[in-house]
Nanobody, 127 residues
């Protein structure tokens, strides 16, 4: 089992930036991707961004394209989500997931059927 811990959430004004980190430990799975998902109040958890194990392939949901950047440092077992130009609609609990069967192209939800999940970190974008 992989243990994932998210950090970096908080309260930020519209237009501001936050940097989320996902640290993994335990039986990490090589060759599998790691992704970020979010769940707004009263809504389902949805895909935000994903990065392949070697970092060469990424995908983003349309609403964050050009504003968010996902990266990874396998030596430190860390995946980072840099979020810029934040909007109130970005407010949600952000979750990290590892062990995703993604190797490029567009992400599909079935790829995360066997993923391991973190506990989430709250991001609030408000004045």
């Amino acid at each position: 089992q992989v243990h994932l811990v998210e950090s970096g959430g908080g309260l930020v004004q519209p237009g501001g930036s936050l940097r989320l980190s996902c640290a993994s430990s335990g039986r990490t799975s090589s060759n599998y991707a790691t992704g970020w998902f979010r769940q707004a109040p009263g809504k389902e958890r949805v895909f935000v961004a994903i990065i392949s194990y070697r970092g060469g392939d990424t995908d983003y949901t349309v609403s964050v394209n050009g504003r968010f950047t996902i990266s990874r440092d396998n030596a430190r077992n860390t995946v980072t989500l840099q979020m810029n130009s934040l909007k109130p609609e970005d407010t949600a609990v952000y979750y990290c997931a590892a062990g995703i069967r993604y190797w490029g192209g567009r992400y599909s939800s079935w790829m995360a059927d066997h993923a391991d999940w973190g506990q989430g970190t709250q991001v609030t974008v408000s004045n």
